[in-house]
């Protein structure tokens, strides 16, 4: 499964009311990690596909979200699970690192 676009539209159905784990990537296509991440990204989202969620928030798009969250850097990547976050990190990472988030 690709990445999901979520937006404050979407977002209950695609994330609160999700039947498996959902990481988000609150991202800007201005953001220099960001856009380091994403290959990696795409990566786990193809590895753990079934089984984890993954969700793409652009901030500039999405601030309330965004606000919701608290997100203050980017790239902030959340895990949701059964409504709740369960863990979240910010800023570039390596691929070990973000690979946790999925297991």
Same mark, same amino acid.
Not at 3 to 23: H, R, Y
Not at 33 to 57: F, Q, R, S, T
Not at 79 to 102: H, M, Q, T, W
């Given at each position: 499964? $690709?990445?999901?676009?979520?937006?404050?539209?979407?977002?209950?159905?695609?994330?609160?009311?999700?039947?498996? !784990?959902?990481?988000?990537?609150? &991202?800007? $296509? &201005?953001?220099?990690?960001?856009?380091?991440?994403? !290959?990696?990204?795409?990566?786990?989202?193809?590895? #753990?596909?079934?089984?984890?969620?993954?969700?793409?928030?652009?901030?500039?798009?999405?601030?309330?979200?965004?606000?919701?969250?608290?997100?203050?850097?980017?790239?902030?990547? $959340?895990?949701?699970?059964?409504?709740?976050?369960?863990?979240?990190?910010?800023? #570039?990472? !390596?691929?070990?690192?973000?690979?946790?988030?999925?297991?």
């Amino acid at each position: 499964m $690709a990445e999901i676009k979520i937006t404050a539209a979407n977002f209950q159905e695609e994330v609160l009311k999700s039947d498996i !784990p959902v990481v988000l990537d609150f &991202w800007a $296509a &201005w953001c220099g990690p960001c856009n380091m991440m994403n !290959p990696i990204i795409e990566e786990l989202a193809a590895k #753990y596909d079934g089984k984890v969620k993954v969700g793409k928030i652009n901030v500039d798009e999405e601030g309330a979200l965004a606000a919701q969250f608290g997100v203050t850097g980017i790239p902030f990547f $959340a895990l949701i699970k059964n409504g709740g976050l369960i863990n979240s990190c910010v800023g #570039y990472r !390596p691929k070990a690192d973000i690979e946790e988030l999925f297991k």
